[in-house]
Protein backbone atom coordinates (compact mmCIF):
# COMPACT_ATOMS: atom_id res chain seq x y z
CA UNK A 1 0.00 0.00 0.00
CA UNK A 2 2.69 2.53 0.82
CA UNK A 3 4.73 1.39 -2.47
CA UNK A 4 1.47 2.25 -4.36
CA UNK A 5 0.97 5.90 -2.40
CA UNK A 6 4.72 6.72 -2.98
CA UNK A 7 4.44 5.42 -6.79
CA UNK A 8 1.09 7.73 -7.61
CA UNK A 9 3.00 10.35 -6.05
CA UNK A 10 5.93 10.24 -8.22
CA UNK A 11 3.59 9.80 -11.26
CA UNK A 12 1.38 13.09 -10.74
CA UNK A 13 4.80 14.39 -10.67
CA UNK A 14 5.79 12.78 -13.41
CA UNK A 15 2.74 13.24 -15.92
CA UNK A 16 2.57 16.53 -17.59
CA UNK A 17 -0.36 19.12 -16.67
CA UNK A 18 -2.45 18.90 -20.18
CA UNK A 19 -4.51 22.42 -18.71
CA UNK A 20 -3.89 25.42 -16.26
CA UNK A 21 -5.25 25.15 -12.65
CA UNK A 22 -7.34 28.10 -13.59
CA UNK A 23 -8.41 26.34 -16.59
CA UNK A 24 -9.22 23.28 -14.37
CA UNK A 25 -11.64 25.28 -12.09
CA UNK A 26 -13.38 26.56 -15.27
CA UNK A 27 -14.18 22.90 -16.36
CA UNK A 28 -15.19 22.02 -13.24
CA UNK A 29 -17.50 24.92 -12.80
CA UNK A 30 -18.95 24.54 -15.82
CA UNK A 31 -20.05 20.66 -15.57
CA UNK A 32 -21.25 21.41 -12.17
CA UNK A 33 -23.32 24.36 -13.30
CA UNK A 34 -24.73 22.00 -15.89
CA UNK A 35 -27.53 19.96 -16.15
CA UNK A 36 -27.80 18.78 -19.62
CA UNK A 37 -24.33 17.90 -20.81
CA UNK A 38 -23.86 16.24 -24.47
CA UNK A 39 -20.85 14.36 -25.67
CA UNK A 40 -20.24 14.56 -29.38
CA UNK A 41 -17.70 12.82 -31.74
CA UNK A 42 -16.99 13.01 -35.61
CA UNK A 43 -18.71 10.83 -38.20
CA UNK A 44 -17.76 7.52 -38.93
CA UNK A 45 -17.12 7.13 -35.15
CA UNK A 46 -13.63 4.70 -34.20
CA UNK A 47 -12.13 3.58 -31.42
CA UNK A 48 -10.75 6.55 -30.03
CA UNK A 49 -14.11 9.06 -30.70
CA UNK A 50 -15.97 6.45 -28.74
CA UNK A 51 -13.59 5.18 -26.00
CA UNK A 52 -13.26 8.83 -25.61
CA UNK A 53 -16.58 9.82 -25.18
CA UNK A 54 -17.84 6.55 -23.20
CA UNK A 55 -14.68 6.86 -20.63
CA UNK A 56 -15.42 10.99 -20.13
CA UNK A 57 -19.30 10.00 -19.72
CA UNK A 58 -18.11 7.81 -17.31
CA UNK A 59 -16.44 10.36 -15.19
CA UNK A 60 -19.15 12.68 -15.51
CA UNK A 61 -21.66 10.01 -14.02
CA UNK A 62 -19.25 8.79 -11.34
CA UNK A 63 -17.24 11.69 -10.32
CA UNK A 64 -19.64 14.39 -11.01
CA UNK A 65 -23.13 12.80 -10.51
CA UNK A 66 -24.22 14.31 -14.07
CA UNK A 67 -26.42 12.22 -16.55
CA UNK A 68 -24.81 12.96 -19.99
CA UNK A 69 -25.76 11.56 -23.44
CA UNK A 70 -23.76 10.40 -26.42
CA UNK A 71 -24.55 11.85 -29.78
CA UNK A 72 -22.44 10.06 -32.73
CA UNK A 73 -23.26 10.90 -36.41
CA UNK A 74 -24.29 7.95 -37.90
CA UNK A 75 -23.15 4.06 -37.84
CA UNK A 76 -20.21 2.68 -35.66
CA UNK A 77 -18.55 -0.38 -36.52
CA UNK A 78 -19.88 -3.71 -35.25
CA UNK A 79 -16.54 -4.72 -33.62
CA UNK A 80 -17.09 -1.71 -31.17
CA UNK A 81 -20.34 -2.49 -30.01
CA UNK A 82 -19.57 -4.57 -27.42
CA UNK A 83 -18.27 -2.05 -25.21
CA UNK A 84 -19.87 -1.26 -21.83
CA UNK A 85 -22.85 0.74 -21.77
CA UNK A 86 -22.73 0.97 -25.82
CA UNK A 87 -26.36 0.81 -25.71
CA UNK A 88 -26.65 4.25 -24.58
CA UNK A 89 -25.14 6.15 -27.55
CA UNK A 90 -27.68 7.79 -29.85
CA UNK A 91 -26.99 8.13 -33.43
CA UNK A 92 -28.11 11.54 -34.68
CA UNK A 93 -28.79 9.48 -38.38
CA UNK A 94 -31.21 8.06 -36.66
CA UNK A 95 -32.99 10.03 -33.99
CA UNK A 96 -32.29 13.76 -35.93
CA UNK A 97 -35.16 15.80 -34.53
CA UNK A 98 -34.43 14.18 -30.76
CA UNK A 99 -30.81 15.31 -31.14
CA UNK A 100 -31.43 18.70 -32.23
CA UNK A 101 -34.00 19.26 -29.33
CA UNK A 102 -31.05 18.62 -27.30
CA UNK A 103 -28.50 20.26 -28.35
CA UNK A 104 -30.58 23.67 -28.57
CA UNK A 105 -31.59 22.89 -24.63
CA UNK A 106 -28.20 21.75 -23.54
CA UNK A 107 -26.09 23.51 -21.10
CA UNK A 108 -22.72 22.30 -22.19
CA UNK A 109 -21.45 20.23 -24.60
CA UNK A 110 -18.45 18.55 -25.29
CA UNK A 111 -16.51 17.75 -29.04
CA UNK A 112 -14.45 14.57 -28.55
CA UNK A 113 -11.83 13.85 -30.78
CA UNK A 114 -12.65 16.56 -33.97
CA UNK A 115 -10.85 19.22 -34.76
CA UNK A 116 -13.86 21.20 -36.79
CA UNK A 117 -17.38 21.30 -36.57
CA UNK A 118 -17.35 19.87 -40.31
CA UNK A 119 -16.12 16.60 -39.14
CA UNK A 120 -19.84 15.96 -37.47
CA UNK A 121 -21.52 15.85 -40.57
CA UNK A 122 -25.38 16.42 -40.58
CA UNK A 123 -24.65 16.83 -36.67
CA UNK A 124 -22.63 19.84 -37.93
CA UNK A 125 -25.52 22.73 -38.10
CA UNK A 126 -27.22 21.72 -34.61
CA UNK A 127 -24.13 21.60 -32.97
CA UNK A 128 -22.95 25.13 -34.40
CA UNK A 129 -26.47 26.39 -33.43
CA UNK A 130 -26.32 24.78 -29.81
CA UNK A 131 -25.97 27.89 -27.49
CA UNK A 132 -24.42 25.31 -24.94
CA UNK A 133 -20.90 26.32 -24.08
CA UNK A 134 -18.88 23.73 -25.13
CA UNK A 135 -15.10 22.02 -25.03
CA UNK A 136 -12.98 20.45 -27.04
CA UNK A 137 -11.04 17.52 -25.92
CA UNK A 138 -8.92 16.74 -29.25
CA UNK A 139 -5.48 15.86 -30.47
CA UNK A 140 -6.06 16.61 -33.76
CA UNK A 141 -3.88 19.28 -35.72
CA UNK A 142 -4.93 23.07 -36.33
CA UNK A 143 -8.70 22.97 -34.30
CA UNK A 144 -11.11 25.64 -34.95
CA UNK A 145 -13.87 24.77 -33.37
CA UNK A 146 -15.16 28.00 -31.21
CA UNK A 147 -15.08 27.11 -27.56
CA UNK A 148 -15.06 28.17 -24.13
CA UNK A 149 -11.75 25.61 -23.28
CA UNK A 150 -9.88 24.05 -25.64
CA UNK A 151 -7.85 21.04 -24.31
CA UNK A 152 -5.99 20.43 -28.00
CA UNK A 153 -2.83 18.39 -27.68
CA UNK A 154 -1.62 16.78 -31.31
CA UNK A 155 0.94 15.47 -29.69
CA UNK A 156 -0.95 12.86 -27.87
CA UNK A 157 -1.79 9.58 -28.78
CA UNK A 158 -4.99 9.83 -29.02
CA UNK A 159 -7.91 11.39 -27.68
CA UNK A 160 -8.31 8.97 -25.27
CA UNK A 161 -4.88 9.90 -23.90
CA UNK A 162 -5.88 13.12 -22.98
CA UNK A 163 -8.86 12.32 -20.85
CA UNK A 164 -6.68 10.10 -18.70
CA UNK A 165 -4.51 12.81 -18.33
CA UNK A 166 -7.96 15.27 -17.32
CA UNK A 167 -8.95 12.60 -15.17
CA UNK A 168 -5.33 11.91 -13.47
CA UNK A 169 -5.08 15.99 -12.72
CA UNK A 170 -8.63 16.03 -11.76
CA UNK A 171 -7.48 13.51 -8.96
CA UNK A 172 -10.36 11.06 -9.38
CA UNK A 173 -8.97 8.08 -11.22
CA UNK A 174 -9.80 5.97 -7.65
CA UNK A 175 -13.65 6.67 -8.08
CA UNK A 176 -13.70 4.82 -11.30
CA UNK A 177 -14.51 1.31 -12.56
CA UNK A 178 -13.74 -0.97 -15.49
CA UNK A 179 -16.42 0.93 -16.94
CA UNK A 180 -13.85 4.29 -17.50
CA UNK A 181 -10.74 1.42 -17.92
CA UNK A 182 -12.09 -0.34 -20.85
CA UNK A 183 -13.19 2.34 -23.29
CA UNK A 184 -10.45 4.17 -22.71
CA UNK A 185 -7.99 1.26 -23.33
CA UNK A 186 -9.82 0.29 -26.50
CA UNK A 187 -9.40 3.80 -28.00
CA UNK A 188 -5.89 4.49 -27.08
CA UNK A 189 -5.07 0.79 -28.52
CA UNK A 190 -6.79 1.18 -31.73
CA UNK A 191 -5.73 4.61 -32.33
CA UNK A 192 -2.02 3.31 -32.10
CA UNK A 193 -2.43 0.43 -34.50
CA UNK A 194 -2.28 -1.83 -31.17
CA UNK A 195 0.30 -0.15 -30.10
CA UNK A 196 2.63 -0.03 -33.09
CA UNK A 197 3.16 3.93 -34.23
CA UNK A 198 3.14 6.86 -32.19
CA UNK A 199 3.21 5.09 -28.99
CA UNK A 200 6.86 5.69 -28.30
CA UNK A 201 6.28 8.06 -25.50
CA UNK A 202 6.95 6.55 -21.77
CA UNK A 203 3.79 8.02 -20.42
CA UNK A 204 1.52 6.21 -22.22
CA UNK A 205 2.69 2.34 -21.03
CA UNK A 206 2.40 4.17 -17.30
CA UNK A 207 -1.52 5.21 -18.42
CA UNK A 208 -1.53 1.67 -19.66
CA UNK A 209 -0.11 -0.14 -16.09
CA UNK A 210 -3.01 2.80 -14.40
CA UNK A 211 -5.65 1.21 -16.35
CA UNK A 212 -4.75 -2.81 -15.40
CA UNK A 213 -5.15 -1.82 -12.18
CA UNK A 214 -8.34 -1.83 -13.28
CA UNK A 215 -8.53 -5.48 -13.78
CA UNK A 216 -9.62 -4.79 -17.39
CA UNK A 217 -8.32 -7.80 -19.88
CA UNK A 218 -6.54 -5.74 -22.59
CA UNK A 219 -5.90 -9.30 -24.67
CA UNK A 220 -9.94 -10.21 -24.55
CA UNK A 221 -10.54 -6.38 -25.66
CA UNK A 222 -7.92 -6.65 -28.06
CA UNK A 223 -9.50 -10.15 -29.95
CA UNK A 224 -12.86 -7.86 -29.27
CA UNK A 225 -11.57 -5.53 -31.85
CA UNK A 226 -8.95 -7.47 -34.35
CA UNK A 227 -10.48 -10.89 -34.19
CA UNK A 228 -14.04 -10.29 -33.81
CA UNK A 229 -14.95 -9.83 -37.68
CA UNK A 230 -17.49 -12.44 -39.94
CA UNK A 231 -16.05 -14.95 -42.96
CA UNK A 232 -17.01 -12.41 -45.55
CA UNK A 233 -14.45 -10.06 -43.92
CA UNK A 234 -11.76 -12.73 -44.29
CA UNK A 235 -12.63 -13.41 -47.56
CA UNK A 236 -12.80 -9.65 -48.59
CA UNK A 237 -9.03 -9.44 -46.88
CA UNK A 238 -7.88 -12.10 -49.24
CA UNK A 239 -9.14 -10.67 -52.44
CA UNK A 240 -8.37 -7.05 -51.04
CA UNK A 241 -4.65 -8.19 -51.40
CA UNK A 242 -4.45 -10.52 -54.18
CA UNK A 243 -6.61 -8.94 -56.83
CA UNK A 244 -6.99 -5.28 -55.91
CA UNK A 245 -3.24 -4.33 -54.17
CA UNK A 246 -1.17 -1.83 -56.65
CA UNK A 247 2.69 -2.37 -55.41
CA UNK A 248 5.29 0.44 -56.32
CA UNK A 249 8.22 -1.09 -55.57
CA UNK A 250 10.44 1.47 -56.71
CA UNK A 251 9.11 4.19 -53.97
CA UNK A 252 7.97 1.81 -51.48
CA UNK A 253 4.46 2.61 -51.78
CA UNK A 254 0.98 0.94 -52.54
CA UNK A 255 -2.50 0.88 -53.15
CA UNK A 256 -5.59 -0.58 -53.70
CA UNK A 257 -9.37 -0.56 -54.36
CA UNK A 258 -12.32 -1.72 -52.94
CA UNK A 259 -15.31 -0.75 -55.11
CA UNK A 260 -19.35 -0.80 -54.25
CA UNK A 261 -19.39 -4.03 -56.44
CA UNK A 262 -16.76 -5.59 -54.30
CA UNK A 263 -18.61 -4.96 -51.03
CA UNK A 264 -21.94 -6.23 -52.36
CA UNK A 265 -20.05 -9.86 -53.41
CA UNK A 266 -18.73 -9.76 -49.93
CA UNK A 267 -21.76 -8.77 -47.85
CA UNK A 268 -19.73 -5.89 -46.44
CA UNK A 269 -20.96 -3.99 -42.80
CA UNK A 270 -19.57 -0.79 -41.59
CA UNK A 271 -16.11 -1.87 -40.48
CA UNK A 272 -14.89 -4.10 -42.52
CA UNK A 273 -12.62 -2.30 -44.11
CA UNK A 274 -10.72 -1.66 -40.94
CA UNK A 275 -6.96 -2.46 -40.61
CA UNK A 276 -6.61 -3.53 -44.35
CA UNK A 277 -5.02 -0.38 -45.00
CA UNK A 278 -2.27 -1.50 -42.24
CA UNK A 279 -1.25 -4.90 -44.28
CA UNK A 280 0.67 -3.83 -47.11
CA UNK A 281 3.10 -2.22 -44.75
CA UNK A 282 4.31 -5.44 -44.12
CA UNK A 283 6.14 -5.88 -46.95
CA UNK A 284 10.29 -5.25 -46.47
CA UNK A 285 11.63 -1.73 -46.88
CA UNK A 286 7.18 -0.52 -47.30
CA UNK A 287 6.71 3.04 -46.18
CA UNK A 288 3.65 3.92 -47.34
CA UNK A 289 -0.23 2.45 -47.70
CA UNK A 290 -3.33 4.04 -49.40
CA UNK A 291 -6.75 2.47 -49.67
CA UNK A 292 -9.31 4.04 -52.12
CA UNK A 293 -13.08 2.65 -51.15
CA UNK A 294 -16.24 3.52 -52.77
CA UNK A 295 -19.36 4.96 -50.68
CA UNK A 296 -21.57 2.61 -50.02
CA UNK A 297 -24.01 4.69 -51.49
CA UNK A 298 -23.04 7.68 -53.00
CA UNK A 299 -21.60 8.24 -56.18
CA UNK A 300 -18.41 10.07 -56.78
CA UNK A 301 -16.92 9.65 -53.06
CA UNK A 302 -13.75 7.79 -51.99
CA UNK A 303 -12.98 7.29 -48.48
CA UNK A 304 -9.25 7.15 -48.29
CA UNK A 305 -7.19 6.44 -45.49
CA UNK A 306 -3.23 6.34 -45.40
CA UNK A 307 -0.79 4.72 -43.21
CA UNK A 308 2.82 5.12 -43.09
CA UNK A 309 6.29 4.27 -41.13
CA UNK A 310 8.99 5.83 -39.74
CA UNK A 311 9.28 9.92 -40.72
CA UNK A 312 6.84 10.30 -44.10
CA UNK A 313 3.79 12.50 -43.27
CA UNK A 314 0.90 10.94 -44.47
CA UNK A 315 -1.07 13.84 -42.96
CA UNK A 316 0.67 16.05 -45.44
CA UNK A 317 0.23 14.56 -48.63
CA UNK A 318 -3.70 14.23 -47.01
CA UNK A 319 -4.33 17.54 -47.10
CA UNK A 320 -2.47 18.76 -50.31
CA UNK A 321 -3.96 15.55 -52.22
CA UNK A 322 -7.21 13.96 -50.40
CA UNK A 323 -8.51 17.11 -48.99
CA UNK A 324 -8.10 15.39 -45.38
CA UNK A 325 -5.49 15.25 -42.55
CA UNK A 326 -4.58 13.39 -39.74
CA UNK A 327 -1.21 12.26 -38.38
CA UNK A 328 2.31 11.66 -39.48
CA UNK A 329 1.87 8.04 -40.15
CA UNK A 330 -2.14 7.40 -39.88
CA UNK A 331 -4.62 9.78 -42.05
CA UNK A 332 -7.77 9.82 -43.74
CA UNK A 333 -9.51 11.92 -46.20
CA UNK A 334 -11.85 12.03 -49.10
CA UNK A 335 -12.37 12.51 -53.23
CA UNK A 336 -15.36 13.37 -54.90
CA UNK A 337 -15.20 11.77 -58.17
CA UNK A 338 -14.77 8.82 -59.40
CA UNK A 339 -12.96 5.70 -58.47
CA UNK A 340 -10.28 5.43 -61.60
CA UNK A 341 -9.30 9.59 -61.13
CA UNK A 342 -8.89 8.67 -57.38
CA UNK A 343 -6.26 6.16 -58.53
CA UNK A 344 -4.65 9.13 -60.70
CA UNK A 345 -4.58 11.33 -58.15
CA UNK A 346 -2.89 8.55 -55.75
CA UNK A 347 -0.17 8.18 -58.37
CA UNK A 348 0.16 11.53 -59.01
CA UNK A 349 0.69 12.12 -54.57
CA UNK A 350 3.12 8.92 -54.75
CA UNK A 351 4.89 11.00 -57.62
CA UNK A 352 5.38 14.28 -56.03
CA UNK A 353 6.55 12.42 -52.23
CA UNK A 354 9.31 10.27 -54.08
CA UNK A 355 12.10 11.94 -52.49
CA UNK A 356 10.30 11.11 -49.50
CA UNK A 357 9.76 7.42 -50.47
CA UNK A 358 13.00 6.43 -51.90
Known amino acids: MLFQLVLRTFAHAMLNEIISSQELEKLKKFITESETIVL ?11 GSCMAWAEVLRSVFG ?7 PDQYPDYLQWLPNSEKIIRYDKHREGCDFELAHAHLVFCMDFNTVGRTADMAHALEASPAKKILIDHHLNPDVPTELSISHPEACSTCELVFRLVWQLGCFEQLTKHFAVPLYCGMMTDTGGFTYNSSDPDIFFIISQL ?3 RINKDKIYRNVYHNFSENRLRLMGFVMYERLVVDAERHAS ?4 TRDDMRRFHFVK ?29 NLIWV ?8 PCNEMSARFFNGGGHLNASGGRLYCSLSEAVEITKQ ?10
Do not use: W
Not at 66 to 72: D, E, H, M, R, W
Open 349 to 358: AIQAFEDKLI
Open 271 to 299: GDAEGLVNMPLQIKGHKLSISLREDTEKD
Open 66 to 72: KQPQIFV
Open 212 to 214: LTK
Open 40 to 50: TCHQNPDGDAL
Open 255 to 258: YFTI
Open 305 to 312: SLRSVDQF
